[in-house]
């Protein structure tokens, strides 16, 4: 019974969706790149597949060149039919398949898993784009760039904050998306901090420049201290502006205690741990 109800649900659902596609081929407006599927019934030298040119046009055997920017299939049909009537063919059947909207595509960039070129069906929203795309990767940075294209050729450039999207939900920021927008999701940085001597899991941490941890934060990925480690003598080396190595010596104990700021760390810096004396 379970597994029937189930069953019933996905087909509700997968009917709905052709239904909404079928709905949206019907009311969408033909435009440059589009390729459509022509058909003819008894008129095979008409049955063609053909591109639309960057000038709205097609061109087709008996009719020649024919203008389609701008109409819907549905209009495409009549508009061909009435061409046809008035030459060649007595109540023409003719069919218009919409193969490829390149018309209205989008593209995704970066940090995404199957970024490329999507199809714009319907009005769709930088969530269902994303989701499309598959999701963002683990390095995804901290925003996504969107690059749109207006008639008269300028742009702009649109920043969305992930955690605002995505963590908190602010629906503004889940904007309709316009053709020709490029959708860009930078891949944050990955930078080392090192961790030598006396920690459970020592050598290279990778993290995100933008979010470099503090030497209590390092230490706690590297495994935390040994049992022989000295923590009073920690040591972190840093390559300063002028190109000389500078050396911190830190007692984390105090750190601990609250009675010293924990340490930023920076791109590159080697943190090695002693082990005690004692």
Sequence with gaps: MRKTLFF????????????????????????????????????????????????????????????????????????????????????????????EYQSRRVSVLGAVEKPGPYELLGRQTLLQLISEAGGLKEDAGD????????????NTSLKISIDELFLNGD????????????????????????????????GALAVKKSNLPTLLQVIAQAGGFSERASKGRVLIKRIGEDGKEQQIKVNVKDIIKGKRKDIQLLENDVVYVPETIF
Excluded: H
């Excluded at 925003?143 to 300028?154: C, L, N, V």
């Excluded at 490029?182 to 990955?190: C, D, G, L, R, W």
């Design 143 to 154: 925003d996504i760039i969107i690059i749109r294209q207006f008639q008269d050729g300028t």
């Design 171 to 202: 629906a503004r920021l889940n904007i309709p998306l316009e053709p020709n927008d490029i959708v860009n999701v930078p891949a944050e940085k990955t930078v080392l901090i090192y961790v030598f001597g006396q920690v459970r899991n020592p």
């Design 8 to 99: 019933f649900i996905i087909l509700l659902l997968v009917s709905s969706y052709f239904l909404c596609q079928e709905k949206y081929a019907a009311d969408y407006k033909i435009g440059a790149k589009d390729l459509l599927e022509i058909s003819v019934f008894g008129l095979d030298e008409m049955n063609k597949t053909v591109r639309v040119s960057e000038d709205g046009k097609i061109t087709l055997p008996l009719l020649g060149e024919i203008e389609v920017d701008g109409l819907t299939k549905t209009e495409l049909e009549k508009k061909l039919s009435q061409l046809l009537e008035e030459k060649w063919l007595q109540n023409p059947q003719v069919t218009v398949f919409i193969k």
